[in-house]
Nanobody, 126 residues
Framework: QVQLVESGGGLVQDGGSLRLACTAS????????MSWYRQAPGKEREYVAA????????DIADSVKGRFTISRENPKNTVYLQMNNLKPEDTAVYYC???????????????????WGQGTQVTVSA
């Protein structure tokens, strides 16, 4: 069965950095896009970033552009989210998601993804 396990979350100060990882199993990882979403308390789930099946194409939400990058290591079945210059408003549970296809020209639509991890908490203190 498909499994997505996120790791790397934690507590960090304003301006700090974290790298999240999502390790996948149960499907052919190098054939589908992967993405990261986040959800803050009392808010709707928000798209953060997506990466194509090879890693050659990425998309980053405007809210984090210039601070976050997404990448993947297909031999390790892992997708990463590097988060720099973190701000208190980045505090959320971060989820990775498995794509239905190799990549979408509208990667921000959640309908592009069919499996989700359990999430990892990121807390940024002021």
């Amino acid at each position: 069965q498909v499994q997505l396990v996120e790791s790397g979350g934690g507590l960090v100060q304003d301006g700090g950095s974290l790298r999240l990882a999502c390790t996948a199993s149960g499907f052919t990882f190098n054939t589908v896009a992967m993405s990261w979403y986040r959800q803050a308390p009392g808010k709707e789930r928000e798209y953060v970033a997506a990466v194509s099946y090879t890693g050659a194409v990425t998309d980053i939400a405007d809210s984090v552009k210039g601070r976050f990058t997404i990448s993947r290591e297909n031999p390790k079945n892992t997708v990463y989210l590097q988060m720099n210059n973190l701000k208190p408003e980045d505090t959320a549970v971060y989820y990775c998601a498995k794509g239905r296809t190799s990549f979408s020209n509208r990667p921000y639509f959640s309908s592009n993804y069919d499996y989700w991890g359990q999430g990892t908490q990121v807390t940024v203190s002021a």
